[in-house]
Nanobody, 118 residues
C-alpha cells in the first residue's frame, strides 16, 4: 500500500503562486508515475502534471509554462509549483501515484483545495 498526503493549498489572488506538496509513504519503491490531478465543481477530474521515474514530465495544455512538477526522492515528496494562477485553476488538487507491474494500481491522496480569487 501507498499513502499520499497533500499540503500547501489555500486562497490566493489571481497572478499569485502556490506550491503543493505530496508526501508518499508505504510501498513506494515500485511506483512508476506520480502526478497531480484536479477537479473543479461540476467538472471531471483532469490530469494537471505527471512525472515518471525516468524523469519524463507531462503537463496539461492549460498549465504549460505556469506549473512545474518536481520530486525530491530523498524525502519521497512530489511538488507542484503553480505560478501566474488564474481563477479557472480553482479546484481540489489530488496527488496520484501509479504502479505498473503485472497490473496497474493507482493511489490517491485526500485532496487539497486551491482557490484563486479574481
Amino acid at each position: 500500500q501507498v499513502q499520499l498526503v497533500e499540503s500547501g493549498g489555500g486562497l490566493v489572488q489571481a497572478g499569485g503562486s502556490l506550491r503543493l506538496s505530496c508526501a508518499a509513504s508505504g510501498s513506494i519503491s515500485s511506483i512508476n508515475v506520480v502526478g497531480w490531478y484536479r477537479q473543479a465543481p461540476g467538472k471531471q477530474r483532469e490530469l494537471v502534471a505527471s512525472t515518471t521515474t525516468g524523469g519524463v514530465t507531462n503537463y496539461a495544455d492549460s498549465v504549460k509554462g505556469r506549473f512545474t512538477i518536481s520530486r525530491e526522492n530523498a524525502k519521497n515528496t512530489v511538488y507542484l509549483q503553480m505560478n501566474s494562477l488564474k481563477p479557472e485553476d480553482t479546484a481540489v488538487y489530488y496527488c496520484h501515484a501509479k504502479r505498473v507491474v503485472a497490473t496497474i494500481t493507482s493511489y490517491w491522496g485526500q485532496g487539497t483545495q486551491v482557490t484563486v480569487s479574481s
